[in-house]
């Protein structure tokens, strides 16, 4: 059995929000919670004769498991299956991205089961497909990434999702830098990773020049070359998420 097609049996009869604290007992895989030491969300670790899910956290408050660790629990599961199913040890650079790609498609379709996210409408506005993603990723917990590919994923509206931080270098005309990304037409989808840089001469160039007249919470609209309408929201004082239904 494929890892997706695991994660839509072990959703399939559970009750939304996915419980992934007892799904780790189910499965017999500890869960322990880390001070952060670096970049890494979670790993999972050999502990005696088990394995043991570990989020970072960045502080040591007693708090329960927000949107993002629940999605690096999810994720850890998905790599002890690997293990326990396939013997998976990725060998190379390419397995070991294979293997977290593998890995967030099996936390998305655990967390994200299709019966969330099938029938739903087709967006009629921007700021309607912002709120669609808002309202998944409030009922099954998640941050609004995942929420926002298992979405884009079902509709047949050509859109567009992300997010943006303002972060202007007078020196290169940098404007900032663009977020997670995800589009179901080819439309600004370029490579090159999670922060590729917006300069003054970019056609998105406009959103982040919207950001900068807009305060926290505030939204806006900004024409965007190929965008039939947009919907750009001020997240904090250098963030924004940004919805486009294309032209």
């Given at each position: 059995m494929c890892l997706g097609a695991m994660a839509s049996?072990?959703?399939?009869t559970r009750d939304i929000?996915?419980?992934v604290v007892a799904l780790c007992r189910e499965l017999g895989v500890g869960l322990r919670i880390e001070l952060a030491d670096g970049s890494r969300r979670g790993a999972l670790v050999r502990r005696g004769h088990g394995w043991e899910a570990v989020v970072m956290r960045g502080h040591s408050r007693p708090?329960?498991?927000n949107g993002q660790e629940r999605f690096t629990v999810a994720h850890e599961l998905g790599h002890y299956?690997?293990?326990k199913h396939v013997d998976f040890r990725p060998r190379r650079e390419a397995e070991y991205w294979l293997g977290e790609e593998v890995c967030n498609h099996f936390a998305s379709r655990l967390l994200i089961p299709a019966r969330l996210v099938e029938g739903r409408a087709e967006p009629k506005c921007a700021a309607g497909l912002a709120e669609a993603v808002a309202d998944l990723a409030r009922q099954a917990l998640v941050t609004s990434e995942p929420a926002a590919r298992a979405l884009v994923a079902q509709l047949q509206t050509p859109v567009a999702l992300g997010t943006f931080l303002l972060?202007?270098?007078a020196s290169t005309r940098r404007l900032g830098f663009r977020g997670w990304w995800v589009e179901n037409r080819n439309?600004?989808?370029a490579r090159g990773g999670r922060r590729l840089a917006i300069y003054a001469d970019h056609a998105l160039a406009s959103v982040l020049e919207a950001m900068r007249q807009i305060?926290?919470?505030q939204t806006a609209t900004v024409e965007v070359p190929g965008?039939?309408?947009t919907f750009l929201r001020r997240r904090t004082s250098r963030t924004a998420s940004f919805a486009a239904l294309l032209a």
């Open positions: 049996e072990l959703s399939a929000p996915i419980d708090a329960p498991l299956l690997l293990l972060d202007p270098l439309w600004w989808g305060g926290h919470g965008a039939a309408a």
